[in-house]
């Protein structure tokens, strides 16, 4: 079935620190999500990626989906404590319409 | 609206018992997904309906698991007999269509003793 591999597993930044992490599937992917999960918490959704070449931002977090669509990177400039979290990519859309995430890249920061 | 509803949010049960997890989803979304996460295994998508209809299941662990989506306002997700190993937070999720943004529920932590 399709999966999507997420890199790293674990990153430890100091505050101030920028962060990316990266998400790979090995097929084409219809569009790419991408959550946060705060210690305790559920995953809240943050953005979809549609079109190859995609760049978006949110305030210091810029997402980009690869020309190929095949990869996707979220990073974070200037961390703050506040992101401090999981970030899940999510492959959507696919032919059966599932939704399957990576493992998530485990962000700490330190004050 | 009050969101993707799971109850209960604890569950510690004996070895062998039956567990029975349930969700409501938003009203009106039509998808409907099952997702078991552990440390190990990250978030692993168990199963997925469409309009009540499970349409992929591929990811049940195995028989002990089963879910059920008789309307549109409810799922059970079902572990006869439970073991030690399924211990984990269950979360059910929900949306609109497909290629939205899918709403989680707070999850169940389930501990099997």
């Known amino acids: 079935g399709q999966q999507v591999m997420q890199i790293p597993q674990y990153q430890h930044v100091q505050e101030g620190e920028d962060f990316t992490t990266y998400c790979n599937s090995s097929?084409?992917?219809?569009?790419i999500q991408w959550y946060k999960q705060r210690p305790g918490g559920h995953p809240v959704f943050l953005i979809q990626l549609v079109k190859s070449g995609e760049v978006k931002k949110q305030k210091r977090l810029t997402f980009q989906f690869g020309e190929a669509k095949k990869n996707s990177s979220l990073h974070i400039t200037a961390t703050q404590t506040t992101d401090v979290g999981t970030y899940f990519c999510?492959?959507?859309?696919?032919?059966?319409?599932?939704?399957?995430f990576g493992k998530g890249t485990k962000l700490s920061v330190k004050p | 609206d009050a969101g993707v509803i799971q109850s209960p949010r604890h569950e510690v049960t004996e070895m062998g018992q039956e567990v029975t997890l349930r969700c409501k989803p938003i009203?009106?979304?039509?998808?409907l997904f099952w997702y078991r996460q552990t440390m190990m295994r990250g978030l692993e998508l168990l199963i997925y309906f469409n309009n009540n209809v499970p349409i992929d299941d591929s990811g049940m662990p195995e028989d002990r698991f089963s879910a059920k989506m008789p309307n549109a306002s409810f799922s059970t997700l079902k572990i006869q007999p439970s073991e030690p190993r399924d211990s984990a937070v269950y979360f059910c999720a929900s949306r609109t269509a497909r290629s939205t943004e899918a709403f989680f529920g707070q999850g169940t932590r389930l501990t099997v003793v």
């Open positions: 999510a492959a959507a859309g696919g032919s059966q319409g599932n939704l399957i």
């Open positions: 009203s009106g979304h039509n998808s």
């Open positions: 097929t084409t992917l219809s569009n």
